[in-house]
Structures are given as structure tokens and as C-alpha cells.
């Protein structure tokens, strides 16, 4: 008997260690699904175990948009790993086709993208983003037209955008950014760079003085 969707998606769950386990099952219970479909109440899956967590997923989405949704969560806990392997596993699935998520099908998960050789040998240079995260989070005063930017070089999808616009406040609001932010490769963080400098020059340049 060959693999099935529900197979390769228990895998993935499994794969959790129990802390990110948890924390995914409390980013799916506050992911913004698609029109048509509906959350997946908090108290199911409080104590749901990896076995409940699948099902839960493909009867609430379906295989198709369980499977994109499944990717957008592992995504937002940088479980980038998991969701490759995920991808890959996929692929074993008979007469399943994985399509990645586009920006109009309200999701906010984009593909891994395969390293150059130049990107392995500095990928343990921090970026600037990542040293500085910290002051990045609790210094930049309005985050706005950084998203405006970012959404506009499709870094982020129209639901990430929303998701991160609705936060009450600039310091909750970067560092819901930095959930995707910490998946991007160092050209991506590049325009998130880009964007701070052109809003927030003195802030940048302050740290660069550090």
C-alpha cells in the first residue's frame, strides 16, 4: 500500500520536537484560512495529539489546502526543515501533484529555495537583519510602509501582509515579521535592508555605527 497524503503528513508532525509541536498547534489555531474555510477551535487541539492534529487538518481544509496550510504553520515557527522534507515526501505520494501556494490563494508560505554555493560558505555571517533583530523589533517606529515595500517585491503575500498590518502595535508588528523574515535568504533580507534605510536612515545608521 503506497503513501497517502494523511502518511506524509503525520511524518511531518512527528517530526516535531514537543516544544514546536505546541507551538504549532497555536499558530494553526490563529492562522487566517481562506474564505470558505474555518479555524480549527483552540480546545480541539489543546490536547491533540499528532494523529488528531492530522486529521483535524485534512477534514477542516482537504488534502490540498490542508497540506498548504500545514506548510504556511511550519513556516511561521521556522520549522524550515520540517517543510522541506514535507515537499519532498509529497513527491512519493501517487497521483498527488504539489502546487506551490500562490499569493492569491491566502497563504502565506513561500517555497525553500536551494542555497548557491557562494550563499553556503557565508550563511554563517549573520545579516545585518538578524544581528541587529533585537534593536530592530523595539526601535523601528513605523512599520507600515516597510510592508508596503516588501509586498510589493512579493517577500510577502497578501495574507502575510494583513496578518502583520493588524498587530496594535510597531513593535509587535516587526516581530511578527521577523516569523518570515527568519526563512529568507540573505538577497531577501537585502530588500528588508533596502526598505529600513530608505524609512528609517538615522536608525540604521546608528547601528551601523555600533
Known amino acids: 500500500m503506497g ?9 511531518a508532525l512527528k517530526s516535531l520536537r514537543e516544544t514546536a509541536f ?25 490536547k491533540a495529539e499528532h494523529v ?11 488534502e490540498s489546502y490542508g497540506i498548504e496550510v500545514t506548510l504556511t504553520v511550519l513556516e511561521a515557527i521556522n520549522a524550515r526543515e520540517e517543510a522541506a522534507k514535507l515537499m519532498d515526501a509529497l513527491k512519493t505520494v501517487d497521483g498527488y501533484t504539489f502546487q506551490e501556494p500562490s499569493s492569491e490563494a491566502g497563504a502565506s508560505y513561500r517555497a ?46 497578501k495574507q502575510a501582509y494583513n496578518k502583520i498590518y493588524r498587530k496594535s502595535t510597531s513593535e509587535e508588528q516587526m516581530r511578527e515579521l521577523y516569523t518570515f523574515v527568519n526563512t529568507w535568504r540573505d538577497k531577501d533580507k537585502d530588500q528588508l535592508l533596502k526598505s529600513l534605510r530608505k524609512h528609517h536612515a538615522p536608525l540604521i545608521k546608528k547601528l551601523e555605527s555600533k
Open 3 to 11: 503513501k497517502t497524503v494523511r502518511d506524509v503528513l503525520l511524518r
Open 22 to 46: 505546541k507551538e504549532f498547534k497555536f499558530k494553526l489555531e490563529d492562522l487566517d484560512v481562506k474564505e470558505g474555510f474555518s479555524k480549527i477551535p483552540g480546545g480541539m487541539l489543546e
Open 52 to 62: 488528531d492534529v492530522a486529521r483535524l487538518i485534512i477534514q477542516n481544509y482537504t
Open 112 to 157: 525553500p529555495v536551494q542555497e548557491t554555493a557562494q550563499e553556503a560558505t557565508s550563511r554563517d555571517e549573520k545579516h545585518f537583519v538578524d544581528r541587529h533583530r533585537a534593536a530592530l523589533i523595539e526601535d523601528v517606529p513605523l512599520v507600515p510602509p516597510i510592508l508596503d515595500d516588501l509586498f510589493q517585491d512579493d517577500l510577502l503575500t
